[in-house]
């Protein structure tokens, strides 16, 4: 029997990178897709599709269906929602869904893409995946992948769900349309007017290094019990900045708003949201604001150590999503 590979979110961002890394593996794989989803690219692939949902506990269970490993990337990774209730019905329920039915088909592997966010601010910085996580969470997002993690957490008790969890870092890399790369394109064609939170620190990884050690941890026999923080370079948002703007040639923004302004600046751009229905304004939501004035330091090293993953440097990470971008 073929060895078989479901991979929900295949169409995302990180399983578009994913998807082309593992088919040149030469591994069997199958994809749950929305009809509405653009499928041209795992079609070329040679990607098995299942039509269906993770909202829909029938299409599932027939994507499911004959498949040993299952990667869950499907989640609503943003930080503003016209309506914020999505992100429960796919980020919690959606992977309740998921788990549930690979455990109920016996699957050998279930890996879990979590996020660095859901550890909020930990004692320890920086953190790594073996840190208690703090007592916050500072976005919706945040929040409900924090709840999908202890979901699936229950199902690796309750019913023996061989589980691993990878935490990626922000991540960068050609064809990102989500926060890290809608940011880059904002600084390079000049729609950044300020900079803003500039002395905090994100962890920043490139889209490569996150479908690698995906693809690492697939090709080994003892993945589950593995948890793994995927993610390098700390940066300060002055730093990433300076460093978009060497490699573009593009001005950085040079006016630097108070962190106190910018938290003003996105509540009444996030208020504004709730009524025309578009996102904030520069990205500059509530959520935001929250998760990047606390900062993120994380320390994926233990992931270089076990799987012998060998990070993207960063200058190629921003590089990439420049080129991307223009």
Not at 74 to 94: H, T
Not at 105 to 120: E, I, M, Q, T, Y
Not at 138 to 157: G, I, L, P
Not at 286 to 302: C, E, F, K, M, P
Request: charged content about 25%; hydrophobic content about 40%; proline content about 4%.
């Amino acid at each position: 029997m073929t060895d078989r590979i479901l991979l929900t979110g295949a169409t995302g961002f990180i399983g578009r990178h994913l998807a082309r890394r593992l088919a040149a593996d030469g591994l069997s794989l199958r994809a749950l897709v929305r009809p509405t989803s653009d499928t041209a690219e795992l079609q070329s692939l040679d990607v098995e599709l299942a039509e269906g949902d993770v909202t829909d506990w029938g299409s599932v269970c027939t994507a499911i269906d004959g498949c040993q490993r299952v990667v869950h990337l499907a989640n609503i990774y943003s930080m503003w929602e016209p309506d914020p209730s999505v992100y429960r019905q796919i980020n919690v329920e959606g992977t309740r869904r998921v788990a549930q039915a690979a455990a109920e088909a016996g699957v050998d592997l279930f890996l879990h893409v979590s996020s660095v966010v859901v550890f909020g601010r930990p004692d320890e910085v920086p953190f790594h995946e073996r840190c208690a996580p703090g007592q916050v969470r500072f976005s919706e997002y945040a929040r409900t992948k924090f709840e999908a993690d202890r979901v699936v957490e229950q199902f690796a008790v309750s019913h023996r769900l061989p589980l691993a969890i990878l935490y990626p870092a922000s991540v960068l890399g050609p064809g990102d349309t989500k926060s890290s790369g809608r940011y880059v394109d904002d600084i390079v064609h000049r729609r950044l007017p300020m900079a803003v939170f500039s002395d905090d620190v994100m962890t920043w990884v490139h889209v490569d290094d996150v479908a690698d050690a995906i693809a690492r941890l697939l090709g080994r026999d003892d993945t589950a019990g593995a948890r793994y923080v995927v993610g390098k370079h700390r940066l300060t948002m002055h730093q990433i900045n300076k460093l978009i703007g060497e490699i573009s040639g593009v001005r950085a923004p040079r006016l630097e708003m108070p962190d106190w302004m910018a938290r003003l600046t996105a509540r009444v751009l996030t208020g504004l949201s709730t009524i025309t229905g578009r996102p904030p304004l520069w990205g500059l939501s509530v959520d935001v604001a929250r998760t990047l004035a606390h900062s993120i330091q994380a320390d994926g090293s233990r992931v270089e150590r076990d799987l012998g993953l060998r990070y993207t440097d960063i200058r190629t990470a921003v590089a990439d999503t420049i080129r991307s971008a223009r």
